[in-house]
């Protein structure tokens, strides 16, 4: 099993010990060596304040929506489910929306500036709605959790498009920045900010990888086998959910990562959940740090968003995937 990951953490570990160097600003060994030695070089700056913790971010984000994004679909038995379906989405762009257009609202707490902060916690707010409205005394009900977090994603938005009547244009344009996903970080207060959730809730989803495969037989089977599926199906749905929430707190919503990734794992590697889940983990993350570069470097010295890329790149996939899947299946 760990051969099978293998080169899926090569891949991680290269592009982690890579991208820092790419970039428009060209940065040598020696600017590397002479600003650990503390001579406050110049490209060693850039190198460590901005690079290596916009790298780390995209590794972390990358990873947590592709993990996600399997579990889901396995949880679902819908291949078409992401970590945004749950309405995480929708939540977290209100409340970044509303620290755009009201100011007073502008705070710090900790780690977190205030956009990330009332993002964060509307992300939380609908995760925690969304699971009161498909909880009942069987259990989650998996299809009234997905009608509920579309339903929730669709008011958030509503709130949102009847808040912009009352926005200045250059508000908008500081959220349609916000909204079209970025990595742009300087240190490490980012990474501070969304580990004590992101790692935990990834890390549940992994520890039920051996659960995941039962339940993808269906939930009588996954019973037959021992599994606690309503317990399991809460510690998924949670998991992803606050790991998702933590990404887009700190890059707004990043599309196609948690969609495509999963695919195209178990289409090289098959669909045993043990080795699908890390291996998404650790693609995802190298797939969009090695996307974040093209932003930086494609329209140098303008920078594009990283979803911009991760939309251009995952769309076509996406429809090649659903192609390839009609002809199969005869239609």
């Not at 762009?93 to 009332?118: D, E, H, K, N």
Request: glycine share 14%; with cysteine.
């Amino acid at each position: 099993m760990l051969r099978r990951v293998a080169p899926y953490l090569v891949l991680f570990v290269v592009v982690a010990a890579g991208a820092p160097w790419i970039g428009p600003e060209p940065v040598s060994w020696h600017a590397v060596v002479r600003w650990l030695e503390g001579a406050g070089d110049r490209g060693g700056h850039i190198f460590f304040t901005l690079r290596v913790p916009r790298v780390w971010l995209g590794l972390l984000a990358g990873g947590t929506l592709a993990v996600s994004g399997a579990a889901l679909q396995v949880l679902f038995r819908n291949p078409l489910v992401e970590p945004y379906t749950l309405g995480i989405t929708g939540g977290a762009s209100l409340g970044a929306f509303l620290t755009i257009v009201f100011p007073a609202l502008a705070l710090t707490w900790g780690p977190f500036y205030s956009t990330q902060l009332f993002a964060l916690a509307g992300a939380a707010l609908t995760l925690w709605l969304i699971y009161r409205l498909a909880s009942g005394p069987a259990g989650i009900g998996l299809q009234t959790l997905l009608l509920a977090g579309i339903s929730v994603s669709v008011v958030c938005m509503g709130v949102i498009v009847m808040l912009t009547y009352v926005t200045t244009p250059h508000k908008l344009m500081v959220f349609q920045r916000w909204i079209m996903g970025g990595l742009g970080t300087v240190g490490f207060r980012d990474l501070a900010s969304i580990s004590p959730l992101l790692l935990p809730g990834a890390g549940v989803v992994l520890f039920h990888s051996r659960d995941l495969n039962h339940l993808a037989l269906g939930n009588d089977l996954a019973r037959g086998h021992g599994v606690e599926v309503g317990q399991v199906q809460r510690d998924v749905f949670l998991g992803a959910g606050l790991s998702t929430a933590a990404v887009v707190s700190a890059a707004g919503p990043i599309a196609f990562v948690g969609l495509i990734v999963p695919h195209a794992v178990r289409r090289l590697s098959g669909v045993d959940q043990r080795v699908v889940l890390p291996a998404s983990f650790l693609l995802g993350g190298a797939v969009l740090a090695l996307c974040d570069c093209a932003a930086r470097t494609l329209l140098s010295p303008s920078e594009l968003p990283v979803g911009i890329i991760t939309s251009v790149v995952g769309g076509p996939l996406f429809i090649t995937l659903l192609l390839r899947s009609g002809r199969r299946n005869g239609g």
